[in-house]
Protein backbone atom coordinates (compact mmCIF):
# COMPACT_ATOMS: atom_id res chain seq x y z
CA UNK A 1 0.00 0.00 0.00
CA UNK A 2 2.71 2.35 -1.33
CA UNK A 3 -0.09 5.23 -1.33
CA UNK A 4 -1.53 5.26 1.76
CA UNK A 5 1.38 4.84 4.40
CA UNK A 6 1.05 6.74 7.54
CA UNK A 7 4.12 9.58 7.38
CA UNK A 8 5.08 12.41 9.60
CA UNK A 9 4.98 16.23 8.41
CA UNK A 10 8.14 15.95 9.30
CA UNK A 11 8.70 13.10 6.85
CA UNK A 12 8.45 15.21 3.73
CA UNK A 13 11.08 17.85 4.57
CA UNK A 14 8.70 20.51 4.44
CA UNK A 15 7.41 21.24 8.58
CA UNK A 16 9.11 20.21 12.08
CA UNK A 17 5.66 19.55 14.46
CA UNK A 18 6.31 21.36 17.43
CA UNK A 19 3.28 21.02 18.99
CA UNK A 20 2.33 18.68 21.54
CA UNK A 21 0.34 15.34 20.91
CA UNK A 22 -2.73 17.00 22.34
CA UNK A 23 -3.93 19.40 19.36
CA UNK A 24 -7.12 19.96 19.93
CA UNK A 25 -6.42 22.64 21.93
CA UNK A 26 -3.93 24.84 23.31
CA UNK A 27 -0.97 23.02 25.48
CA UNK A 28 0.17 25.91 27.00
CA UNK A 29 -3.38 27.00 28.35
CA UNK A 30 -3.65 23.92 30.55
CA UNK A 31 0.38 22.68 31.34
CA UNK A 32 3.46 23.86 32.41
CA UNK A 33 6.62 23.41 30.13
CA UNK A 34 8.68 23.79 33.23
CA UNK A 35 7.26 21.19 35.06
CA UNK A 36 8.24 18.46 33.65
CA UNK A 37 7.26 14.68 35.49
CA UNK A 38 8.16 11.14 35.42
CA UNK A 39 5.80 8.83 38.05
CA UNK A 40 4.75 5.19 38.16
CA UNK A 41 1.77 3.86 38.41
CA UNK A 42 -0.86 1.47 37.92
CA UNK A 43 -3.62 2.23 35.41
CA UNK A 44 -7.05 2.58 37.11
CA UNK A 45 -9.33 3.72 34.49
CA UNK A 46 -8.83 4.74 30.50
CA UNK A 47 -11.10 7.29 29.10
CA UNK A 48 -11.44 7.27 25.33
CA UNK A 49 -13.63 10.55 25.40
CA UNK A 50 -12.98 13.22 23.14
CA UNK A 51 -11.50 15.37 22.06
CA UNK A 52 -8.65 13.45 23.97
CA UNK A 53 -8.73 9.95 26.06
CA UNK A 54 -7.23 10.18 29.74
CA UNK A 55 -5.28 7.72 31.83
CA UNK A 56 -5.80 7.74 35.42
CA UNK A 57 -2.98 5.96 37.26
CA UNK A 58 -2.62 5.82 40.84
CA UNK A 59 0.69 6.46 42.08
CA UNK A 60 2.05 5.22 45.57
CA UNK A 61 3.33 8.15 47.50
CA UNK A 62 6.16 7.89 49.64
CA UNK A 63 4.06 8.01 52.85
CA UNK A 64 1.96 5.02 51.45
CA UNK A 65 -0.93 6.37 50.57
CA UNK A 66 -1.84 6.37 46.69
CA UNK A 67 -2.50 9.48 44.60
CA UNK A 68 -4.66 9.77 41.48
CA UNK A 69 -3.32 11.10 38.55
CA UNK A 70 -5.30 11.78 35.16
CA UNK A 71 -2.51 11.76 32.05
CA UNK A 72 -3.81 13.23 28.77
CA UNK A 73 -3.34 11.27 25.11
CA UNK A 74 -4.22 11.76 21.87
CA UNK A 75 -7.45 11.61 20.18
CA UNK A 76 -9.53 8.41 20.92
CA UNK A 77 -10.99 7.87 17.46
CA UNK A 78 -7.81 8.17 15.38
CA UNK A 79 -6.63 5.72 18.03
CA UNK A 80 -9.79 3.04 17.39
CA UNK A 81 -8.96 2.78 14.18
CA UNK A 82 -5.70 2.38 14.21
CA UNK A 83 -6.95 -0.76 16.71
CA UNK A 84 -5.95 1.05 19.77
CA UNK A 85 -9.21 0.16 22.55
CA UNK A 86 -10.15 1.23 25.48
CA UNK A 87 -9.07 -2.22 26.36
CA UNK A 88 -5.70 -2.39 24.75
CA UNK A 89 -3.65 -1.65 27.87
CA UNK A 90 -5.09 -3.78 30.70
CA UNK A 91 -6.52 -2.45 34.26
CA UNK A 92 -4.01 -3.13 36.63
CA UNK A 93 -0.98 -2.66 34.12
CA UNK A 94 1.91 -0.94 35.72
CA UNK A 95 3.34 2.00 33.84
CA UNK A 96 5.94 4.86 33.95
CA UNK A 97 4.68 7.67 32.64
CA UNK A 98 6.50 10.89 31.50
CA UNK A 99 4.96 14.33 30.96
CA UNK A 100 4.46 17.77 31.85
CA UNK A 101 2.52 19.02 34.93
CA UNK A 102 -0.97 21.11 34.82
CA UNK A 103 -0.49 24.92 35.84
CA UNK A 104 -2.56 24.96 38.64
CA UNK A 105 -0.70 21.88 40.39
CA UNK A 106 -3.51 19.73 40.06
CA UNK A 107 -2.57 15.80 39.47
CA UNK A 108 -3.31 16.27 35.73
CA UNK A 109 -0.31 15.98 33.25
CA UNK A 110 0.16 16.17 29.47
CA UNK A 111 1.22 12.28 28.33
CA UNK A 112 4.82 12.69 26.90
CA UNK A 113 5.60 9.04 26.66
CA UNK A 114 4.35 6.07 28.53
CA UNK A 115 6.47 3.09 29.42
CA UNK A 116 6.41 -0.08 31.63
CA UNK A 117 9.08 -0.62 34.53
CA UNK A 118 11.57 -2.67 33.77
CA UNK A 119 11.21 -2.76 29.81
CA UNK A 120 8.80 -4.92 29.95
CA UNK A 121 6.52 -5.22 26.51
CA UNK A 122 2.75 -4.97 26.17
CA UNK A 123 1.42 -6.50 22.59
CA UNK A 124 -2.07 -5.60 21.96
CA UNK A 125 -4.85 -7.71 21.19
CA UNK A 126 -6.09 -6.27 18.59
CA UNK A 127 -4.10 -4.83 16.11
CA UNK A 128 -5.24 -6.94 13.10
CA UNK A 129 -3.11 -9.71 10.77
CA UNK A 130 0.12 -7.58 11.09
CA UNK A 131 0.33 -7.39 14.60
CA UNK A 132 2.20 -9.79 16.63
CA UNK A 133 2.26 -13.56 16.66
CA UNK A 134 0.11 -15.18 18.91
CA UNK A 135 2.74 -16.56 20.99
CA UNK A 136 4.08 -13.21 21.78
CA UNK A 137 1.87 -12.09 24.59
CA UNK B 1 -24.11 69.97 0.54
CA UNK B 2 -21.81 68.86 -2.29
CA UNK B 3 -21.79 70.38 -5.34
CA UNK B 4 -23.26 68.50 -8.06
CA UNK B 5 -19.64 67.81 -9.65
CA UNK B 6 -18.44 66.78 -6.41
CA UNK B 7 -21.09 64.63 -6.61
CA UNK B 8 -20.48 63.56 -10.23
CA UNK B 9 -17.09 62.32 -8.60
CA UNK B 10 -17.93 60.42 -5.81
CA UNK B 11 -20.34 58.27 -7.62
CA UNK B 12 -17.67 57.87 -10.30
CA UNK B 13 -15.35 57.02 -7.47
CA UNK B 14 -17.78 55.17 -5.92
CA UNK B 15 -18.69 53.03 -9.03
CA UNK B 16 -15.19 52.34 -10.11
CA UNK B 17 -14.52 51.33 -6.46
CA UNK B 18 -17.37 48.74 -6.92
CA UNK B 19 -15.85 47.88 -10.44
CA UNK B 20 -12.36 46.76 -9.39
CA UNK B 21 -14.04 45.11 -5.75
CA UNK B 22 -16.46 43.23 -7.89
CA UNK B 23 -13.42 42.05 -9.63
CA UNK B 24 -11.42 41.01 -7.05
CA UNK B 25 -14.20 39.11 -5.57
CA UNK B 26 -15.16 37.28 -8.71
CA UNK B 27 -11.83 36.36 -9.39
CA UNK B 28 -12.64 32.76 -10.15
CA UNK B 29 -10.29 29.22 -10.48
CA UNK B 30 -10.64 28.40 -14.23
CA UNK B 31 -13.07 24.97 -13.51
CA UNK B 32 -11.89 21.80 -13.20
CA UNK B 33 -11.31 20.19 -16.48
CA UNK B 34 -11.39 16.19 -16.42
CA UNK B 35 -9.47 14.64 -19.36
CA UNK B 36 -7.69 11.25 -19.93
CA UNK B 37 -4.35 13.48 -19.66
CA UNK B 38 -3.14 13.87 -16.02
CA UNK B 39 -2.19 17.45 -15.81
CA UNK B 40 -2.50 20.48 -13.50
CA UNK B 41 -6.06 21.21 -14.66
CA UNK B 42 -7.23 17.91 -13.25
CA UNK B 43 -4.57 17.42 -10.30
CA UNK B 44 -3.11 15.19 -12.19
CA UNK B 45 -5.73 12.43 -12.02
CA UNK B 46 -6.62 11.22 -15.27
CA UNK B 47 -10.95 10.26 -16.33
CA UNK B 48 -10.59 7.07 -18.70
CA UNK B 49 -12.06 8.23 -21.90
CA UNK B 50 -14.83 5.62 -20.80
CA UNK B 51 -15.66 6.14 -17.88
CA UNK B 52 -19.22 7.14 -17.08
CA UNK B 53 -20.29 8.99 -13.86
CA UNK B 54 -22.37 6.43 -11.71
CA UNK B 55 -25.95 7.56 -11.35
CA UNK B 56 -28.38 7.07 -8.06
CA UNK B 57 -31.14 5.17 -8.37
CA UNK B 58 -32.82 8.24 -9.00
CA UNK B 59 -30.62 9.34 -11.45
CA UNK B 60 -28.73 12.08 -9.82
CA UNK B 61 -25.13 11.90 -10.27
CA UNK B 62 -23.81 9.65 -7.44
CA UNK B 63 -20.88 10.42 -4.91
CA UNK B 64 -21.67 8.85 -2.20
CA UNK B 65 -19.07 6.90 -0.37
CA UNK B 66 -16.64 8.39 2.28
CA UNK B 67 -13.95 10.78 1.63
CA UNK B 68 -11.70 11.34 3.89
CA UNK B 69 -9.76 14.88 3.75
CA UNK B 70 -6.40 13.40 5.58
CA UNK B 71 -5.89 12.47 2.15
CA UNK B 72 -4.52 15.90 1.11
CA UNK B 73 -3.14 16.28 5.16
CA UNK B 74 0.52 16.96 4.19
CA UNK B 75 -0.77 20.22 1.98
CA UNK B 76 -0.58 23.27 4.37
CA UNK B 77 -3.64 25.89 3.66
CA UNK B 78 -1.34 28.65 2.79
CA UNK B 79 1.61 28.32 0.27
CA UNK B 80 4.91 28.89 2.34
CA UNK B 81 3.30 28.51 5.75
CA UNK B 82 4.62 26.10 7.73
CA UNK B 83 2.30 26.26 10.33
CA UNK B 84 3.67 23.91 12.67
CA UNK B 85 7.18 25.38 12.80
CA UNK B 86 10.12 26.48 11.07
CA UNK B 87 11.66 24.98 8.07
CA UNK B 88 14.72 22.49 7.84
CA UNK B 89 17.27 24.76 6.87
CA UNK B 90 18.09 22.26 3.95
CA UNK B 91 14.62 22.70 2.35
CA UNK B 92 14.60 24.55 -0.77
CA UNK B 93 13.52 28.16 -0.94
CA UNK B 94 9.78 28.39 -1.15
CA UNK B 95 8.35 29.64 -4.41
CA UNK B 96 4.82 31.64 -3.91
CA UNK B 97 4.34 31.40 -7.42
CA UNK B 98 4.78 27.42 -7.58
CA UNK B 99 1.38 25.45 -7.12
CA UNK B 100 3.06 22.34 -8.22
CA UNK B 101 5.71 20.54 -7.20
CA UNK B 102 8.03 19.21 -10.72
CA UNK B 103 7.40 15.14 -11.23
CA UNK B 104 11.01 14.59 -9.97
CA UNK B 105 9.91 16.32 -6.99
CA UNK B 106 7.21 14.79 -6.50
CA UNK B 107 8.59 11.03 -7.08
CA UNK B 108 11.54 11.98 -4.23
CA UNK B 109 8.58 12.80 -2.02
CA UNK B 110 6.92 9.75 -2.32
CA UNK B 111 10.38 7.57 -1.86
CA UNK B 112 10.95 9.56 1.26
CA UNK B 113 7.77 8.82 2.48
CA UNK B 114 7.90 5.17 1.56
CA UNK B 115 10.86 4.56 3.51
CA UNK B 116 8.94 6.02 6.75
CA UNK B 117 7.86 3.31 9.01
CA UNK B 118 4.49 3.18 10.29
CA UNK B 119 5.57 4.26 14.18
CA UNK B 120 2.07 2.88 15.04
CA UNK B 121 2.68 -0.64 13.85
CA UNK B 122 6.19 -0.52 14.62
CA UNK B 123 5.93 0.35 18.57
CA UNK B 124 3.00 -2.28 17.92
CA UNK B 125 5.51 -5.24 16.80
CA UNK B 126 7.53 -4.45 19.15
CA UNK B 127 5.50 -4.56 22.45
CA UNK B 128 5.29 -0.86 22.63
CA UNK B 129 1.67 -0.27 23.66
CA UNK B 130 2.16 2.87 25.60
CA UNK B 131 4.37 4.37 22.77
CA UNK B 132 2.00 3.17 20.27
CA UNK B 133 -0.75 4.81 22.15
CA UNK B 134 0.91 8.01 21.56
CA UNK B 135 2.10 7.08 18.12
CA UNK B 136 -1.67 6.67 16.69
CA UNK B 137 -3.61 9.37 17.08
CA UNK B 138 -2.67 10.88 13.61
CA UNK B 139 -4.93 9.60 10.36
CA UNK B 140 -3.08 8.43 7.72
CA UNK B 141 -1.55 11.17 4.92
CA UNK B 142 -0.99 10.38 1.38
CA UNK B 143 1.70 12.83 0.15
CA UNK B 144 0.59 15.12 -3.08
CA UNK B 145 2.10 17.45 -5.93
CA UNK B 146 0.26 20.68 -4.92
CA UNK B 147 1.84 23.15 -2.63
CA UNK B 148 -0.77 24.64 -0.98
CA UNK B 149 -4.61 24.23 -0.54
CA UNK B 150 -5.59 27.76 -1.64
CA UNK B 151 -5.21 28.30 -5.22
CA UNK B 152 -6.83 31.37 -5.65
CA UNK B 153 -5.58 34.16 -4.77
CA UNK B 154 -2.44 32.79 -7.21
CA UNK B 155 0.29 33.41 -4.35
CA UNK B 156 -1.72 30.59 -2.37
CA UNK B 157 -2.39 32.98 1.04
CA UNK B 158 -5.56 34.05 2.59
CA UNK B 159 -6.40 37.69 1.62
CA UNK B 160 -5.81 40.31 3.56
CA UNK B 161 -8.62 41.09 5.85
CA UNK B 162 -10.76 44.78 5.91
CA UNK B 163 -10.42 47.11 8.58
CA UNK B 164 -13.74 45.71 9.64
CA UNK B 165 -12.61 42.26 9.89
CA UNK B 166 -8.69 43.10 12.07
CA UNK B 167 -11.75 44.27 14.23
CA UNK B 168 -13.81 41.63 14.36
CA UNK B 169 -10.58 39.79 14.89
CA UNK B 170 -9.71 41.29 17.87
CA UNK B 171 -12.65 40.32 19.69
CA UNK B 172 -12.41 36.69 19.08
CA UNK B 173 -11.68 34.89 21.88
CA UNK B 174 -9.94 31.43 22.42
CA UNK B 175 -7.22 29.10 24.00
CA UNK B 176 -4.92 29.61 21.14
CA UNK B 177 -2.65 32.66 21.41
CA UNK B 178 -1.55 34.71 19.07
CA UNK B 179 2.63 35.33 19.31
CA UNK B 180 3.36 36.62 22.34
CA UNK B 181 -0.19 37.09 23.85
CA UNK B 182 -0.66 36.17 27.35
CA UNK B 183 -4.17 34.99 27.80
CA UNK B 184 -6.54 34.40 30.84
CA UNK B 185 -9.58 32.69 31.31
CA UNK B 186 -12.63 32.97 33.69
CA UNK B 187 -15.57 31.83 31.56
CA UNK B 188 -17.12 29.87 28.71
CA UNK B 189 -17.21 32.97 26.59
CA UNK B 190 -13.10 33.02 26.66
CA UNK B 191 -12.93 29.90 24.62
CA UNK B 192 -13.77 29.43 20.96
CA UNK B 193 -16.38 27.21 19.43
CA UNK B 194 -14.09 24.64 18.79
CA UNK B 195 -12.28 24.82 21.92
CA UNK B 196 -15.94 24.37 23.30
CA UNK B 197 -16.73 21.60 21.08
CA UNK B 198 -19.63 23.14 19.59
CA UNK B 199 -17.94 23.71 15.87
CA UNK B 200 -15.18 24.12 14.60
CA UNK B 201 -17.10 26.26 12.03
CA UNK B 202 -16.91 27.02 7.74
CA UNK B 203 -15.04 26.96 5.71
CA UNK B 204 -12.65 25.43 8.80
CA UNK B 205 -14.23 22.05 9.11
CA UNK B 206 -13.56 21.19 5.36
CA UNK B 207 -10.16 21.78 5.87
CA UNK B 208 -7.49 18.68 6.96
CA UNK B 209 -6.94 17.90 10.63
CA UNK B 210 -4.34 15.36 12.16
CA UNK B 211 -7.00 13.38 12.95
CA UNK B 212 -11.02 12.91 12.48
CA UNK B 213 -10.91 13.47 8.89
CA UNK B 214 -14.18 11.28 8.25
CA UNK B 215 -15.84 13.01 5.55
CA UNK B 216 -18.85 11.03 4.06
CA UNK B 217 -21.46 12.32 1.55
CA UNK B 218 -24.97 10.54 1.60
CA UNK B 219 -27.75 11.18 -0.97
CA UNK B 220 -31.08 10.88 -0.93
CA UNK B 221 -33.90 11.88 -3.60
CA UNK B 222 -33.69 15.88 -3.34
CA UNK B 223 -30.94 15.91 -0.87
CA UNK B 224 -27.41 15.64 -0.20
CA UNK B 225 -25.70 15.24 3.18
CA UNK B 226 -21.98 16.10 3.92
CA UNK B 227 -21.39 13.66 7.74
CA UNK B 228 -18.07 15.51 9.26
CA UNK B 229 -16.81 13.28 11.84
CA UNK B 230 -14.93 16.69 13.53
CA UNK B 231 -17.29 17.57 15.17
CA UNK B 232 -19.89 15.18 14.89
CA UNK B 233 -21.67 17.38 12.58
CA UNK B 234 -24.04 16.87 9.30
CA UNK B 235 -24.45 19.43 6.85
CA UNK B 236 -27.98 18.78 5.22
CA UNK B 237 -28.42 20.11 1.97
CA UNK B 238 -31.41 20.72 -0.45
CA UNK B 239 -31.10 20.38 -3.77
CA UNK B 240 -33.07 23.28 -5.86
CA UNK B 241 -34.62 24.43 -2.40
CA UNK B 242 -35.84 27.88 -2.18
CA UNK B 243 -33.56 30.56 0.16
CA UNK B 244 -34.90 31.27 3.45
CA UNK B 245 -35.50 34.22 5.56
CA UNK B 246 -31.98 36.08 6.40
CA UNK B 247 -33.45 35.99 9.95
CA UNK B 248 -32.35 32.29 9.93
CA UNK B 249 -28.69 32.40 11.25
CA UNK B 250 -26.53 28.73 11.31
CA UNK B 251 -23.03 28.17 12.77
CA UNK B 252 -22.42 26.60 9.47
CA UNK B 253 -25.13 28.42 7.51
CA UNK B 254 -28.01 27.04 5.22
CA UNK B 255 -26.89 25.21 2.12
CA UNK B 256 -28.49 24.75 -0.69
CA UNK B 257 -27.38 22.59 -3.30
CA UNK B 258 -28.21 22.05 -7.60
CA UNK B 259 -26.67 19.89 -9.91
CA UNK B 260 -24.12 22.07 -12.99
CA UNK B 261 -23.87 18.83 -15.45
CA UNK B 262 -22.25 16.04 -13.17
CA UNK B 263 -21.06 18.83 -10.46
CA UNK B 264 -22.55 18.94 -7.39
CA UNK B 265 -22.61 22.98 -6.40
CA UNK B 266 -23.18 24.07 -2.73
CA UNK B 267 -23.94 27.63 -1.97
CA UNK B 268 -24.05 28.06 1.70
CA UNK B 269 -24.91 31.68 3.09
CA UNK B 270 -27.03 32.40 6.45
CA UNK B 271 -23.78 32.37 8.52
CA UNK B 272 -24.01 32.94 12.26
CA UNK B 273 -20.83 34.50 12.74
CA UNK B 274 -18.80 32.93 15.81
CA UNK B 275 -16.79 30.84 15.04
CA UNK B 276 -13.13 31.04 13.29
CA UNK B 277 -12.73 30.65 9.53
CA UNK B 278 -9.84 28.69 9.79
CA UNK B 279 -8.62 26.29 12.34
CA UNK B 280 -4.77 26.73 13.94
CA UNK B 281 -4.73 22.82 13.59
CA UNK B 282 -4.88 22.99 9.82
CA UNK B 283 -1.42 22.98 8.31
CA UNK B 284 -0.39 26.66 7.14
CA UNK B 285 -3.41 28.24 8.79
CA UNK B 286 -2.78 31.87 10.63
CA UNK B 287 -2.31 31.85 14.60
CA UNK B 288 -4.93 32.26 17.65
CA UNK B 289 -7.82 30.96 15.60
CA UNK B 290 -9.61 34.06 15.24
CA UNK B 291 -9.89 34.84 11.48
CA UNK B 292 -13.68 35.92 11.15
CA UNK B 293 -16.82 35.50 9.35
CA UNK B 294 -19.87 38.18 9.04
CA UNK B 295 -23.56 36.89 8.25
CA UNK B 296 -22.62 38.74 4.93
CA UNK B 297 -20.45 35.61 4.09
CA UNK B 298 -20.84 33.30 1.05
CA UNK B 299 -19.46 29.78 0.41
CA UNK B 300 -19.45 27.96 -2.87
CA UNK B 301 -18.55 24.70 -2.75
CA UNK B 302 -17.90 21.93 -6.27
CA UNK B 303 -17.58 18.37 -6.24
CA UNK B 304 -16.60 16.73 -9.32
CA UNK B 305 -16.26 13.38 -9.90
CA UNK B 306 -13.08 11.89 -12.01
CA UNK B 307 -13.50 8.62 -11.65
CA UNK B 308 -14.23 5.49 -9.56
CA UNK B 309 -11.69 6.99 -7.20
CA UNK B 310 -11.44 10.75 -7.15
CA UNK B 311 -13.46 13.85 -6.81
CA UNK B 312 -12.02 17.37 -7.29
CA UNK B 313 -13.37 19.51 -4.22
CA UNK B 314 -13.10 23.05 -4.47
CA UNK B 315 -14.42 25.90 -2.07
CA UNK B 316 -15.27 29.07 -2.48
CA UNK B 317 -15.22 32.10 0.12
CA UNK B 318 -16.48 35.20 -0.23
CA UNK B 319 -16.94 37.71 2.50
CA UNK B 320 -16.83 41.22 1.64
CA UNK B 321 -16.99 42.61 5.12
CA UNK B 322 -13.92 40.47 6.28
CA UNK B 323 -12.16 39.80 3.56
CA UNK B 324 -10.47 42.23 1.14
CA UNK B 325 -11.28 39.58 -1.94
CA UNK B 326 -12.64 36.39 -2.19
CA UNK B 327 -10.34 32.95 -1.94
CA UNK B 328 -10.67 29.42 -3.41
CA UNK B 329 -8.96 26.21 -2.30
CA UNK B 330 -9.31 23.35 -4.76
CA UNK B 331 -7.88 19.81 -3.53
CA UNK B 332 -8.65 15.95 -4.64
CA UNK B 333 -10.29 13.55 -2.24
CA UNK B 334 -10.16 9.56 -2.84
CA UNK B 335 -13.05 7.24 -1.95
CA UNK B 336 -11.75 5.04 1.08
CA UNK B 337 -15.04 3.36 2.43
CA UNK B 338 -12.89 1.53 4.48
CA UNK B 339 -12.19 4.56 6.77
CA UNK B 340 -14.46 3.95 9.75
CA UNK B 341 -15.77 7.21 10.89
CA UNK B 342 -16.74 7.25 14.99
CA UNK B 343 -18.88 8.80 16.95
CA UNK B 344 -17.16 12.33 18.30
CA UNK B 345 -18.95 12.92 21.35
CA UNK B 346 -17.67 16.02 22.76
CA UNK B 347 -19.60 18.77 25.39
CA UNK B 348 -18.02 21.51 26.45
CA UNK B 349 -14.60 19.71 25.45
CA UNK B 350 -15.93 17.79 28.26
CA UNK B 351 -13.36 18.20 31.48
CA UNK B 352 -10.97 21.00 29.78
CA UNK B 353 -13.33 24.14 30.11
CA UNK B 354 -13.05 23.64 34.08
CA UNK B 355 -9.52 22.89 33.89
CA UNK B 356 -8.82 25.63 31.83
CA UNK B 357 -10.22 27.91 34.16
CA UNK B 358 -8.99 26.98 37.41
CA UNK B 359 -5.21 26.70 35.37
CA UNK B 360 -5.33 30.48 34.62
CA UNK B 361 -6.50 31.67 37.96
CA UNK B 362 -3.73 29.45 39.60
CA UNK B 363 -1.32 30.85 37.49
CA UNK B 364 -2.71 34.90 38.39
CA UNK B 365 -3.18 33.96 41.76
CA UNK B 366 0.66 32.72 41.92
CA UNK B 367 1.74 36.24 39.99
CA UNK B 368 -0.12 38.04 42.19
CA UNK B 369 1.33 36.60 45.27
CA UNK B 370 4.87 37.26 43.89
CA UNK B 371 4.59 40.95 43.33
CA UNK B 372 3.37 41.43 46.76
Known amino acids: ?137 | MPTNSTTIRILIGGALALFAFGSAVNAQLPPVKPGPTPNEANFFIATPPTWTQPKTPWGDPDLQGIWPISYVGTVPLQRCVGGFGPRPANAPPCDPHKAFLTATEFDAIQERAAKQPDRYKEDVKNGEAGRAFLAGIMDNFTPQRQTSLIMDPPDGKLPEMTPEGKQLSSMMKSSWALPGEKLSFDTFTDFDSWDRCITRGLPASMFPFRYNNGLQIVQSPGYVALRMEMIHESRIIPLNAPPVSPAIKEWLGVSRGHWEGSTLVVETTNFKPGASATNTGVMGSPPGNRFPISEQMKMTERFTRLNNDFLIYTITVDDPVVLTHSWTARFPLKLDNSFQILEYACTEDNSMIPHWISTSRAEREKAAKEQH
Open chain 1, 1 to 137: MKKTISLSLAALGLLVPALPISAHHAFAAEFDSNKPVKLQGTVVKIEMVNPHAWFHVNVKEADGTTTEWMIEGGSPNALIRHGFTKSSIPIGTEVIFEGYQAKDGSHRANGRDITFPGGKKIFLGSSGPEGPPPDAK
